[in-house]
């Protein structure tokens, strides 16, 4: 338990019966901190309060967790513009934790009483605009990166796959056409475009931070600005970063993923494993959900690992984990709980042939590769915010210190080595093979004039794919199965 002072305690009520409003009386006669985790845009509290009137079918106390969100000055996250600005992301996840509570709906899984819980987040309780604050029921649990830190061996696999598995229902009930978060198509498309914009500032923030990092003989300790690092590379390097992200954005439609709603942020540290259900994985920290890559989720939670980045792509079972997602995925869009129970009993190949009645071979090809290009992209995003967190702030300048971004070189470079030993996938990805060889061979170019060093032996291999041709229509004839250790 937490002693928090009087003045604490003031505070947090107030931002409580803002919250919560005429049911701040029902639910409390006071309540205590039982635990406050700091990340990097909000505080988290976990109170516990005492119910009034309490019987013995209601419990004597509630426990609730109170976000409250800050402006970040030095942050590592994906949308800077948005972690700004606390009071979009206040808004915007209490609008989408409002929605999975109250609307979303699985038809075949209510209860007599009429319950239609999808068990996505937590239940939503109220928010503040005022003071820029989200109360909701706090979840009991472990973090599943922690879980998954002190595992080993078949366990890890075990707990893993889980994860895979809740993360294609948590992707799959909030894309059916039963439950949608966006009012209209419009809505959705407007949404899709501001994050494209928001991804191009990203990238061209994190590959300026890590420029910064690679080369500080370059730069006095406080000069680091993604502006001043944007004018550094045009002026002395002849190095346009923007229009080389430009570049990338549109080679980037090559790889035909749709656009789906996304959690944006899905890792091991945003899941919380409870033991109250068969697919016990509760989501938090909804606040840049969005449209994305429909395999923008399950890129970031199979990049997010307690037992290193690309932990992942060492297994030999990496394969089997796609196909796993793919096949739950489509099963949860379509509502389809039979088809859930039955993929429950399923093994290796039988979860291969399954996809192959989802989609075409082309189309896997493709998502496959989309897959790699957000890794990379996550990758980058990791590696920038691991500089960050050195930082500190001294009269309102931000001051980092320089790491050794060695780690961070073999992340990427593992993550080209694994896309130019998939050439027969690229290859297999039709009319749009070339774009997406193409993408990979600018993007591994862009690293390296950057300093980044990628091997250029995935980067030659990659542009004699691209020589050889061998693209327009022409699938090579090879099965999945033979991407997987049976």
Not at 59 to 78: Q, W, Y
Not at 249 to 265: G, V
Request: proline share 2%; charged share 30%; glycine share 6%.
């Amino acid at each position: 338990m937490v002693l928090a002072t009087a003045s604490d305690k003031r505070r947090l009520e107030s931002i409580l019966r803002d919250s919560l409003g005429n049911d701040f009386s029902t639910y409390t006669d006071g309540f205590f901190v039982d635990g406050t985790r700091r990340t990097s845009h909000a505080d988290i509290n976990h109170l516990v309060l005492t119910r009034k009137g309490h019987t013995k079918k209601r419990a004597a106390t509630a426990h609730f967790a109170l976000k409250k969100f800050f402006s970040v000055i030095n942050s590592g996250d994906m949308r800077y513009s948005e972690r700004h600005r606390p009071e979009l992301l206040s808004t915007a996840e209490a609008r989408f934790v409002r929605w999975l509570d109250r609307d979303v709906k699985i038809p075949s899984l209510k209860s007599e009483s009429g319950s239609n819980k999808a068990y996505l987040g937590p239940d939503f309780y109220g928010h503040s605009v005022q003071h820029l604050a989200m109360v909701s029921r706090f979840i009991h649990g472990e973090v599943l990166y922690d879980k998954l830190a002190k595992s080993e061996g078949t366990n890890f696999t075990e707990l893993f796959l889980q994860g895979v598995r809740d993360v294609a229902r948590l992707n799959g009930i909030t894309n059916s056409p039963e439950n949608q978060f966006y009012a209209s198509s419009e809505e959705f498309e407007h949404e899709a475009a501001r994050n494209e914009e928001e991804k191009k500032e990203a990238l061209v923030a994190n590959l300026s931070r890590m420029y910064y990092v690679l080369h500080p003989d370059e730069f006095q300790t406080t000069d680091f600005s993604t502006e001043k690092i944007v004018d550094h590379l045009k002026t002395k390097k002849s190095i346009d970063l923007k229009s080389r992200v430009e570049e990338l954005t549109e080679k980037r439609r090559s790889f035909n993923d749709p656009n789906r709603l996304q959690h944006r942020d899905c890792n091991g540290k945003n899941m919380i494993w409870t033991n109250n259900e068969k697919y016990r994985n509760r989501f938090v920290d909804h606040e840049t959900a969005g449209p994305d890559s429909a395999v923008e989720d399950i890129a970031s939670y199979c990049i997010v690992l307690a037992h290193g980045n690309n932990h992942v792509f060492n297994l030999e079972d990496f394969p089997y984990f796609r196909y796993v997602f793919h096949a739950y995925e489509d099963a949860w869009r379509n509502l389809d709980l039979d088809r859930v129970t039955e993929l429950d009993g399923y093994h290796n190949g039988q979860f291969v042939n399954r996809v192959g009645e989802i989609m075409t071979e082309r189309e896997d090809n493709q998502l496959t590769m989309a897959f790699f290009a957000n890794a990379m992209n996550k990758t980058l995003t990791l590696s920038a915010a691991g500089a960050r967190s050195y930082g500190s702030v001294l009269d309102g300048t931000e001051v980092v210190a320089v790491t050794d971004p060695s780690r961070w070189r073999g992340d990427m470079d593992e993550l080209f080595d694994s896309t130019h030993s998939m050439i027969p996938i690229i290859q297999g990805c039709g009319d749009s093979a070339e774009g997406i060889a193409d993408y990979f061979y600018t993007f591994g170019q862009l690293f390296n004039d950057l300093g980044y060093k990628i091997s250029e032996t995935h980067l030659t291999n990659i542009q004699d794919l691209k020589r050889r041709g061998n693209f327009g229509d022409a699938v090579l004839k090879h099965r999945p199965e033979r991407y997987l250790k049976e």
